[in-house]
């Protein structure tokens, strides 16, 4: 149980297009769920959590307009980055909890280039 | 706030040999804390969970780590190193309250040599 996937789990796109990265919860209830976003040979950061119905709540220095997301039912949030510039390739991580504290899930990630 | 804090970016050990893999944390709230694999390209893998229970927290692949609130550590080891134990590794840290986010260290690659 407690799976989440990434769709796609590699994507190129040409600078300035922009492009959308799905997160699912297979078989939960997803009431929060979060991106992170890895630079390679580096940890994870937050970019920002999202909850169902709700606005997400971005992190300092995270432009919202930039990364927008949307968590429209409890078991799918997305993730589109709008006009892509090479710096915004990266692997894009996104978790998702159900109603209590604790542990998360994470899907398997998404490669995002920018050529 | 919280933060982790992993000493060591960079692990090696011969096959057989013990894993000790350290993480510290601040919380100022009672913590949830994890540790994480990750091999290249892929996402993360659970290995275990400290969630106020038993402190000493035993989990997959022969891992197990103990919790110390007077340390404020959570280390991470193994009593015999495999080579397919090589990989990065990350300690994280989150609250009790619902909806809170993981909270990353920076991650320490481990390498087993044969």
Redesign the interface.
Known sequence: GAVVS?HPSRVICKSGTSVKIECRSLDFQA??M?WYRQFPK?????MA?S?EGSKATYEQGVEKDKFLINHASLTLSTLTVTSAHPEDSS?Y?C?A?G??????Y????T?LTVT | AQSVTQLGSHVSVSEGALVLLRCNYSSSVPPYLFWYVQYPNQGLQLLLKYTSAATLVKGINGFEAEFKKSETSFHLTKPSAHMSDAAEYFCAVTSNQAGTALIFGKGTTLSVSS
């Open positions: 990434q009431t929060t979060f580096q940890s994870l950061m937050l959590t909850n692997f991580i978790s909890m109603g209590g504290a604790g542990e998360q994470f899907g398997p990630g490669r």
